[in-house]
């Protein structure tokens, strides 16, 4: 799939790719020989360039440390997609994102001058994880997760226009936040990095569905500030997880007025029971240290009132003590085909704990909440 594109006399070819697609290697092989440009712009970014070519940041990554800092579910996205591509890719027998590689060592062999154009995957990531509803957030976890075991799509027919357009036509449907944060934004900014270079002809080489988007851009020269900028949205998820704790504060303090210490006492066997059970199954799904049970579910009832630690936390700590990963485990996390394996990489179970953990504590909280909110009903209204 190519597409040609002239911006204030600058002949620009955009190849678009499967990331899993043999035949684009050779596709992007041969066009940099053919047109010979004076650049090549690459879809890739500094960390995502160093993963490719085995220089994995996972060898020197402190997983808690990073929990810690708040990035343990972009930690998990970003394993998610990972092992997704790498699905793909054992069907075609190749790893995701060669092609672009390929261009690189092209570029090289032929003396060009080339550049990384994407926007860091990082800021990608976390740009997903504050613009993604609740909701979206679930369904993309589940989708990702299920798609891994359909097979009925040709890697070649994901570089077809209509393809492309009925999938690009789907996510805007179904995740709009994520077409916009995953292609528009990331379409801008690539397209800015291209044109500050100077050059007469380049080549571009991305995924296909980058493609329309990013000839737009190019010849709207539209910069990346007027999207990275917007601001202003009400953070209602931090408003609810924030509030919904001082709400069940609020309802053990006014159990206590009506009905006295027993009453107090029931709101508080139902809280504690409810987080006890739901993050001890937390726990016990992610396959934990028995250690990592008894500390996530004994720290559940209050941790659920403290949302600036989590159980989740709780949990992904004990466990790092207690199980801690080797050498093997961050040198394979991202060599894993499938989320199975998850399971047995070391790695994988401290991410897991900290999400199966911070579930059940999200549920058992609602569950707390609206047990406690009908146990009071009943005082005021029977």
């Not at 997983?63 to 075609?92: D, F, P, T």
Request: glycine share 8%; net charge negative.
């Amino acid at each position: 799939m190519k597409k040609k594109v002239n911006v204030n006399g600058k002949e620009i070819t955009i190849v678009g790719t499967a990331h899993v697609s043999e035949k684009s290697k050779e596709e992007v092989r041969t066009t940099i020989k053919d047109l010979k440009p004076d650049y090549v712009a690459v879809e890739l970014d500094d960390d995502r360039y160093r993963s490719l070519i085995g220089d994995s940041q996972w060898k020197e990554l402190d997983v808690i440390e990073a929990i810690r800092q708040g990035k343990g579910y972009l930690l998990l996205l970003n394993l998610i997609m990972s092992i997704y591509q790498k699905r793909i890719g054992l069907e075609e027998g190749i790893k995701p994102g060669q092609e672009l590689l390929t261009a690189i060592e092209t570029a090289e062999e032929e003396r060009i001058k080339f550049g990384l154009v994407d926007r860091n995957i990082n800021k990608t990531l976390e740009r997903i994880r504050d613009e993604l509803t609740f909701w979206e957030k679930v369904k993309l976890f589940s989708s990702l997760i299920a798609i891994q075991e359909e097979k009925d799509v040709e890697i070649e027919d994901l570089k077809q226009e209509n393809m492309i357009s009925a999938l690009v036509k789907e996510l805007e449907t179904h995740f709009p936040t994520l077409k916009t944060v995953f292609l528009d934004e990331r379409n801008s900014y690539m397209a800015e990095e291209i044109l500050k270079q100077d050059f007469e002809k380049a080549v571009v080489v991305v995924g296909a569905a980058h493609v329309e988007g990013l000839v737009k851009d190019l010849k709207n020269q539209k910069r990346h500030e007027e999207i990275e900028t917007k601001g202003g949205r009400i953070p209602w998820l931090k408003l609810f997880l924030y509030g919904l704790p001082m709400s069940v504060i609020l309802l053990l303090g006014y159990g206590y007025y009506l009905g006295g210490a027993q009453t107090f006492l029931e709101l508080g066997t139902v809280w504690i029971t409810l987080n006890f059970v739901l993050t001890l199954m937390g726990a016990v799904i992610a396959k934990a240290h028995p250690i990592t049970w008894g500390a996530a579910s004994l720290s559940a009832p209050i941790t659920s009132l403290i949302p600036v630690i989590g159980a989740g936390f709780v949990a992904a700590y004990v466990e790092s003590i207690f199980n801690p990963p080797n050498v093997e485990d961050m040198e394979e996390i991202t060599e894993l085909t499938s989320y199975k394996e998850l399971w047995n990489n070391q790695v994988g179970v401290i991410l897991l704990a900290f999400l199966f953990v911070s579930l059940g504590s999200f549920i058992a909280t609602l569950l707390g909440a609206g047990a406690m909110a009908s146990i009071i009903a009943n005082l005021i209204f029977i």
